[in-house]
């Protein structure tokens, strides 16, 4: 999927949404839309395209571990691959060394 | 309050409906309804039985060319029209809605799945004000003028920026609609509107009603996918700003697109917005307690798709068993139905892939070590409505560290924690990303003032919570968004100074 993303819409980026209207989705767009900035941390790359989300959001969600899916159905927002008819879906797992204390 | 009960609306183009339903739907630009050049139209799906029920155009790039084209045709003599003309449309803008308000609350709560009793009682009022509000803004609009000296003076005029684009969101179809309409047309501009995907047929019904009123070319409606057309046009050199309700990625990318552009952006995002329950709510059992119980209970109103939505409830620990006892007897009390019966007060989420998203968020806040005290489920749906994109409102209890208490859910679900002084709810209160709403209930007018001051968002609401009158100015701090809605200050953002500097000495200035 991201490789037919790439022929149709050049090198792509990937940055994680926070929630809201969209959903707690990865938004696929063309590499040149919205350059990643300073604050932005490269999680890793995913067929080839880089992967970001926002530093203090990464924080904020206790850095957990991102595997991305693909699902039917078209993404409803500016992701690209929603002109193909389906949508990225994000799944997190804690961290492996969890710092924080379980809940009593 | 007594209430005859009255049974279910007939769903759009049903037998006794007030609403007509076409089967397939064009897109609005230059007066006329114009087929999509790509010649594919989209299935709309209603939530309440997860069924379609009509088609809507699938544009791509080229349609909103010609949307653009039609928008700067009309956009010089509309820009001249006086502030009393462009009123007058605003009001008769308004007044054709009000003649069809019951459709057009129908219409939408079909196409969205909220209760039929929020749109007839709230979303569609409030958008009708919305046209009269600043119908009576752009007739009070005055310029100013500096005197420089006695024979030098600069005039100032708002003047339209010519053509925008507004990208509106799911949640309130055609209440976000007036939000970015309204004062567009307002301040002299023509404006081409993509509705979000989910919902794209409920702002046609209402361009049925309103289409007449307007002269061709000053709104125009284009329906498709986000990532292409909501791309074209919102990158497209041929607006003069853009304004974008939406999620928080996605509003900086439009902010990116302005910037490459050179022109202004406003943008709405998301919330994880406080309500803040002092110890003085239970000092007596009052009406105000009453009304403190139902403002937690907001959570759910619209379903919890806000981006205001209180999704996090702050309660004093002295007060938190008995406050919460009477909160949870109300949670069990709502009514989760067909959208279209005027006694449902929940009605289903608007897609199954927001639905799954809610499901995977209680699965992650109890794997964090929250508490569920109410709800969790998809519930059992009767009826027809089996298929429907239901959730049961939904309370967990947890710390403000927890994920589910950063993360916008935009469900029916509340994050409840406790806090032991005003400084504590302060600090969670404002330990988030966003700073969009927040509520304070508190019988201490002083220390209502002193956490509103306090609290880093832009709209605080004080002994009540999801109201939103016009004049009452509306936007976010942080990664809330840029700019401020409803409110005459919006003009501002629509029009663009110009300063005619103008000297009376016939003498040179002796430079060259």
Redesign the interface.
Known sequence: MIERLRVAHGPLAF??????????VP?C?GEG???PSAHDVKLGEIGGAPFYI?G??DE???QPTFTIDVAD???????????EGV?FVT??E?PLSCE?E??A | MATTERTAYAAPGQPGSPVELAERYDNFIGGEWVPPTTGRYRANVTPSTGAPFCEVAESGAADIELALDAAHAAKDAWGRRSPAERAAVLNAIADAMEANLEALAVAESYENGKPVRETLAADIPLAIDHFRYFAGAARAEEGRISEIDDQTYAYHFHEPLGVVGQIIPFNFPILMAAWKIAPALAAGNCTVVKPASPTPWSILKLLEVIGDVVPPGVLNVVNGPGAEIGRALASNKRIAKIAFTGETVTGRLIMSYAAQNLIPSTTELGGKSPNIFFEDVMAADDAFLDKAIEGLVLYAFNKGEVCTAPSRALIHESIYEPFMARCLERIQAIRQGDPLDPMTMLGPQVSKAQLEKIESYVEIGRNEGAELLFGGERPHMNGGLEGGFYFEPTVLKGTNDMRIFQEEIFGPVLSVTTFKDEAEALEIANDTLYGLGAGVWTRDGARAFRMGRAIKAGRVWTNCYHHYPAHAAFGGYKQSGVGRENHQMMLDHYTQTKCLLVSYDQNPMGFF
């Open positions: 940055f994680q949404s926070g929630g809201c209207c969209d959903g707690t938004m767009f839309d919205m350059p926002d203090e959001q904020r969600w206790g159905g078209p993404a409803e927002s500016f992701s690209l691959e929603g002109l949508h799944r997190t804690a924080t379980p809940a």
